[in-house]
């Protein structure tokens, strides 16, 4: 795999996480909406969101 190669992977990693963290806030909000906050799937959406937040703040530190 050559740089521009690499580099398109990680561009397509990063559009893919940041993909994955809006449909995981959209259906967190339903269930907020719902008034299913304390669901079993609601927490692991919630575990899921912090867990892409923070992968997410590490490209952005890195320009990705």
């Given amino acids: 795999m050559n740089d521009a190669e690499r580099l398109d992977a990680y561009d397509a990693f990063a559009a893919d996480v940041r993909s994955e963290l809006a449909d995981v806030s959209a259906r967190m909000e339903e269930l907020r909406g719902a008034n299913k906050v304390k669901t079993a799937t609601y927490r692991q959406l919630f575990a899921t969101r912090v867990t892409l ?12």
């Fill in 53 to 64: 937040k923070d992968v997410v703040r590490r490209l952005e530190e890195r320009g990705l």
